[in-house]
């Protein structure tokens, strides 16, 4: 069964600054997609950004960049310029490309934005 | 477009009781998934439901079901509550629920069960 590891329970920046939420996954597939999740306090996750594991290049939406290692299974999350709207959960989560379509979350990080 | 509707947003129960919960998607997506939701196991799948058929059921007693109608809309059951049914219920829609396609979350539904 594939597994998500979230290893930072907490992280904190300073507004406008940059930071980098890490994330790694077990899985002996070769398709699958990544997602990285943010939930606020009020509760609905939100798509911050994805990735198809047949893409080499990293994705990038916005402020928001991946920095994926496929060979380390590494599939972290950096935040430019930090903005006080960003606080929030982050999830990252995993899907199998063939049979099972769920996804797999890591437990999260809490990142808070210092004003 | 209208997100994702779960109602309702807070439900209190007593052990024992059995409550329904109930799900809107996204206009034009016929897969949707829920998930549960606590501080101890964080995000756990429940089921997914691809026009009208569960396609998907996660490692969850017998007393958790969902179905799935014509329009898409979903409802979750859980009957013979008990105080670790305790969470926050997510729904999510999708068009085809595979591959890239990301899943749209509701604010969820509240349960506590006392």
């Known amino acids: 069964a594939q597994t998500v590891t979230q290893s930072q329970p907490e992280m904190s920046v300073q507004e406008a600054e940059t930071v980098t939420l890490s994330c790694t996954y077990d899985t002996s597939e070769s398709d699958y997609y990544l997602f990285w999740y943010k939930q606020p306090p009020s509760r609905q996750m939100i798509l911050v950004i994805r990735q198809e594991a047949y893409k080499q290049q990293n994705a990038t939406e916005n402020r928001f960049s991946v920095n994926f290692q496929k060979a380390a299974k590494s599939f972290s999350l950096k935040i430019s310029d930090s903005q006080l709207g960003d606080a929030a959960m982050y999830f990252c989560a995993y899907r199998s490309g063939v049979g099972a379509q769920k996804l797999v979350f890591g437990q999260g990080t809490r990142l808070t934005i210092n004003p | 477009k209208a997100g994702v509707t779960q109602t309702p947003r807070y439900l209190i129960k007593t052990r024992g009781q059995q409550v329904t919960l109930s799900c809107s998607p996204i206009?034009?997506?016929?897969?949707v998934s829920w998930y549960q939701q606590t501080p101890g196991q964080g995000l756990q799948f429940l089921f997914e439901?691809?026009?009208?058929?569960?396609?998907n059921k996660g490692n969850f007693p017998g007393r958790f079901s969902g179905r799935q109608f014509s329009n898409s809309r979903s409802e979750m059951n859980v009957s013979t509550l008990e105080l670790g049914d305790s969470a926050l219920y997510l729904c999510?829609?999708?068009?085809?629920?595979?591959?890239?396609?990301?899943?749209?979350f509701g604010n969820g539904t509240r349960l506590t069960v006392t």
């Open positions: 999510a829609s999708s068009p085809t629920g595979v591959g890239n396609s990301p899943l749209h």
């Open positions: 206009s034009g997506h016929r897969s």
């Open positions: 439901y691809f026009s009208e058929t569960q396609r």
